[in-house]
T-cell receptor, first 116, second 112 residues
Framework: AQTVTQSQPEMSVQEAETVTLSCTYD???????LFWYKQPPSRQMILVIR??????QNATENRFSVNFQKAAKSFSLKISDSQLGDTAMYFC?????????????FGTGTRLKVLA | DAGVTQSPTHLIKTRGQQVTLRCSPK?????VSWYQQALGQGPQFIFQ???????QRGNFPDRFSGHQFPNYSSELNVNALLLGDSALYLC???????????FGSGTRLTVV
């Protein structure tokens, strides 16, 4: 069974600085997708960034980038120039699709607090 | 363009009662998935509906059931509520075959 592990329950960072959130996963599949979701107090899960496992190039979205290490099964999120609005819970998620299994497996989350 | 709409936002039920939660998917989406998010945890997959049928199910008891209507909206029903059913219930919709899901803001269920 696939599992997703986030080993940092809480983190804090000063505004304008850089922070990295860690995520590891376990799977025997070769084709899958990885995601980082942000969940602010409004509770809605907001997609931050996603990575297709078949792509070697790391995904980037403005201030957000990932370090995808397929062999190590590691998928970390780097937030540059942190802003107060980045304060939220961040969830790493895995999805594999070869058998039509379009469901997420989420980690337990990392609570990020950006300090002014 | 409306996103995913869930109702109600909050509700409180007593142990043993039954509850129905509702979800309207994003316009153009035909697949609805439900997740349970206990306090301090990540969301756990309950089930997925497509073409009015349950296509997949997670590790949840039969007390959890659902339905999808011809307009793609969906309901989640939970019977014989337990204290442990207290959680945030999230609905997510997508277009079948796509891995791009849109989440709603959830229904906070408290069982007392």
């Amino acid at each position: 069974a696939q599992t997703v592990t986030q080993s940092q329950p809480e983190m804090s960072v000063q505004e304008a600085e850089t922070v990295t959130l860690s995520c590891t996963y376990d799977t025997s599949e070769s084709n899958y997708y990885l995601f980082w979701y942000k969940q602010p107090p409004s509770r809605q899960m907001i997609l931050v960034i996603r990575q297709e496992a078949y792509k070697q190039q790391n995904a980037t979205e403005n201030r957000f980038s990932v370090n995808f290490q397929k062999a190590a099964k590691s998928f970390s999120l780097k937030i540059s120039d942190s802003q107060l609005g980045d304060t939220a819970m961040y969830f790493c998620a895995f999805m594999n699709t070869p058998r039509g299994t379009y469901k997420y497996i989420f980690g337990t989350g990392t609570r990020l607090k950006v300090l002014a | 363009d409306a996103g995913v709409t869930q109702s109600p936002t909050h509700l409180i039920k007593t142990r043993g009662q039954q509850v129905t939660l509702r979800c309207s998917p994003k316009s153009g989406h035909d697949t609805v998935s439900w997740y349970q998010q206990a306090l301090g945890q990540g969301p756990q997959f309950i089930f997925q509906y497509y073409e009015e049928e349950e296509r997949q199910r997670g590790n949840f008891p039969d007390r959890f059931s659902g339905h999808q209507f011809p307009n793609y909206s969906s309901e989640l029903n939970v019977n014989a509520l337990l204290l442990g059913d207290s959680a945030l219930y999230l609905c997510a919709s997508s277009l079948t075959g796509s891995y791009g899901y849109t989440f709603g803001s959830g229904t906070r269920l408290t069982v007392v």
